[in-house]
């Protein structure tokens, strides 16, 4: 019975890419000069620190320039309230991956809803859709492009 999975990835390699680029720009740049405004990776994401909260936003500003330049989508970016921590300013950035079961169930309900001859169902953070034949599931392909999600998604493991 073919089949296809509807995920939500990011490229880590990417990520990281950008954020060295990022990394590099903010400390040659003379705006940022003495501003002690650093971006570096942790668990969560990614942290911004800087002296003011200006410096911090140009900061993300240049962050998500580099993302965009590496094609990873703004919509896998979630930033946080700046937070003042004595004299620096923070704000965590997290990358998103997976797709939360709200978004599946509204995949889910959507597909059920077109009539589709085909089944989809959550699998963890991602969605399956099977179905007898090439065509349906194609239609299913085209019904999810339509949909407009909060999130980035991608068609990965078509099978036959």
């Given at each position: 019975m073919p089949s296809f999975d509807i995920?939500?990835?990011v490229q880590w390699n990417e990520v990281e890419n950008a954020l060295q680029q990022a990394q590099k720009e903010v400390g040659q740049r003379f705006d940022f000069r003495n501003t002690q405004t650093e971006l570096e990776r942790t668990e969560d994401g990614v942290t911004l620190r800087s002296s003011t909260e200006d410096r911090m936003k140009a900061a993300y500003d240049v962050f998500q320039d580099k993302l965009i330049k590496r094609k990873v989508s703004l919509?896998?970016?979630e930033a946080s309230d700046p937070e003042k921590n004595g004299k620096l300013v923070r704000m965590t950035v997290k990358?998103?991956?997976g797709i939360?079961?709200?978004h599946a169930k509204k995949l889910v309900l959507a597909i059920k809803e077109a009539k589709l001859k085909v089944q989809a169902s959550i699998q963890?953070?991602?969605v399956?859709?099977?179905g007898k034949?090439?065509?349906d599931l194609q239609a299913a392909m085209q019904l999810v492009r339509t949909i407009d999600m909060p999130i980035e998604l991608q068609f990965t493991?078509?099978?036959e």
């Open positions: 995920v939500s990835n919509k896998s970016v990358i998103n991956e939360e079961s709200e963890e953070r991602q399956r859709v099977s034949n090439r065509d493991n078509f099978r």
